[in-house]
């Protein structure tokens, strides 16, 4: 079958689901066999967002092979269960870098370089590569920001050109606002109006329009939208407000979107998608009344997304062991020895979130200090297993100083250290370690068992290593190094298998957690969280 494209454009405003709409189709195509793909077109000008503050940005997401990408990603992955790679995620620092490489080449035989036709043409490049592989019936594109930006002019020129070549293997679905005015009680269409007729402006007919609304938009109403713009009834679909994320597929199947989409793109279909998997977990989710509450520990708990994989890892696993999961932010920097307990004694379990730079560590050494003399279950996660090594430094082995050279370059004890190959890296934008390298665990731990293989490959970002010349007495006084790298040795995993549940990864387990298949360590920790509330309740 030729492949088929999906372009998902947004108007009104920003923050609307556009991710999770796109993640949603994708979800309902594969769920009738086709075999799909998503990627994420934005409009900033940094090559990626490696480089960007989570207070810009959110979290940034790491795909398989190593590219720093959007969050939204992330949503992609735990929707589809499909490996991303760079190719999922382009940006115009991209676009512009490819292109202006190319006139230095020499590649365009001395033409002026313009938007049109070299830019587009770039884009227009990178929409159909995925597609060019042959192993995908349709490519999902969706295209950051909001219609009316200047910045996403270039994108949506790139895609007019795609539909008018393309003709029906191509369609549009475009996510717009309905705002409710509450002092009037009314629902207000004219902004989806005036953003449908911008697309239009610049030649793009949408074909199927999404409406996001938190209250109910009668039937009149949406025909009304339907007629003002240029779209069939049945291909005005609303996206209201639902209790989770992963609802969201199946509202968008009541209201037949899979349908359209491939009615749309001249695709032959048959009977329903098969959704048990994702009923079922649904089902584990709508049906849970136990709850098991997590702290997370870091410097970023104000910021919604700055945790995002984690926060959805941990869902997840809860609703897979039959648990709600309430997860209270504890910001790290406001951590100390005297409201310590007060902080932490509620919870079940506590995270150490990842990170980079100086503040909030002090924080994370006080919380590892009191789980670990509490026996607390403790998952640390990248800084967060940095921090673990360091606190046991410090108040197991007497290291008073030790520390990571990140925080004190001049420390005695360099119990975390610069890794020899990032010793020569000036520029900061993708040269950490990224992406996913292999670990063999030791048999026995208990990280092996919630893996229950002893060979794993997960993905990293970060440029601090566990220095292996404090190995042997770190594993003397109780803290084991129980996974490592096979080619490098490079200390992965550390375990303390007298404690509870006391673990920490150097890599990000988070960006392997999907909804289908959540991962095995958060499986593992929400388990020995629950585990230990139990023992808490009959004391």
Not at 45 to 50: F, L, S, T, V
């Amino acid at each position: 079958m030729e492949t088929r494209y999906i372009f998902v454009t947004g108007g009104v405003v920003s923050s609307l689901g556009k991710g999770i709409i796109s993640s949603s189709v994708a979800r309902l195509l594969l769920s009738r066999g086709f075999n799909v793909t998503i990627q994420k077109f934005d409009p900033y000008i940094n090559i990626d967002p490696g480089t960007l503050n989570p207070y810009e940005h959110g979290e940034c997401y790491v795909t398989y092979d190593g590219h720093e990408a959007d969050l939204d990603l992330g949503h992609y992955e735990r929707f589809t269960n499909i490996k991303t790679t760079r190719a999922n995620n382009i940006t115009t620092g991209r676009v512009y870098q490819s292109v202006i490489d190319k006139e230095r080449r020499g590649d365009y035989l001395g033409k002026t370089v313009q938007i049109i036709p070299h830019i587009t043409d770039e884009i227009k490049r990178d929409v159909k590569l995925l597609g060019s592989t042959g192993k995908y019936d349709f490519v999902i594109t969706e295209i950051g920001g909001t219609v009316g930006d200047i910045e996403s002019l270039p994108f949506l020129e790139a895609m007019r050109q795609i539909r008018w070549e393309l003709g029906n293997k191509c369609c549009c679905v475009h996510l717009t606002y309905v705002p409710y005015i509450k002092a009037a009680k009314e629902l207000k269409t004219k902004p989806t109006q005036h953003s449908v007729r911008q697309l239009q402006q610049l030649g793009i007919q949408p074909d199927v329009l999404v409406l996001r609304t938190e209250q109910d938009i009668p039937a009149p109403m949406r025909r009304k939208v339907a007629q003002f713009c240029n779209v069939s009834p049945d291909a005005v679909i609303q996206s209201i407000d639902a209790p989770s994320i992963y609802e969201v597929p199946l509202l968008m199947h009541e209201q037949r979107l899979d349908n359209i989409i491939l009615v749309k793109t001249d695709t032959p279909f048959s009977g329903e998608p098969d959704l048990s998997k994702w009923n079922h977990f649904l089902e584990k989710m709508q049906h849970a009344t136990d709850v098991v509450n997590i702290g997370l520990v870091g410097k970023y708990v104000e910021l919604q997304d700055a945790y995002k994989s984690i926060d959805e890892s941990l869902f997840q696993a809860a609703t897979h062991n039959d648990h709600k999961v309430k997860i209270t932010y504890i910001n790290s920097e406001r951590l100390n020895d005297g409201n310590v307990e007060k902080m932490l004694s509620p919870h079940d379990g506590i995270i150490v979130a990842p990170g980079f730079g100086q503040r909030g560590t002090e924080g994370k050494f006080i919380a590892l200090k009191w789980c670990r003399e509490h026996d607390v279950p403790t998952f640390g996660i990248c800084l967060g297993m940095q921090s673990m090594v360091i606190e046991f430094a410090r108040n197991v082995l007497g290291l008073a100083d030790a520390n990571s050279v990140e925080l004190n370059p001049t420390t005695e004890h360099n119990v975390i250290d610069l890794m020899e190959e990032q010793k020569s890296v000036t520029n900061m934008g993708g040269t950490m370690r990224l992406g996913a390298f292999a670990c063999h665990l030791k048999d026995g731990t208990k990280v092996a068992r919630a893996y229950g293989v002893l060979d794993i490959e997960e993905r990293h970002r970060h440029r601090f290593e566990f220095n292996d010349d404090y190995r042997a007495q770190f594993e003397a006084a109780g803290m084991m190094c129980v996974g490592e790298n096979p080619q490098t040795h490079l200390v992965e995993v550390i375990e303390m298998p007298e404690k509870r549940w006391y673990i920490g990864t150097q890599y990000h387990p988070e960006y392997s957690s999907t909804v289908l298949n959540p991962h095995p360590l958060f499986m593992d920790f929400i388990r020995a969280s629950i585990a230990y509330q139990k023992e808490k309740e009959t004391v």
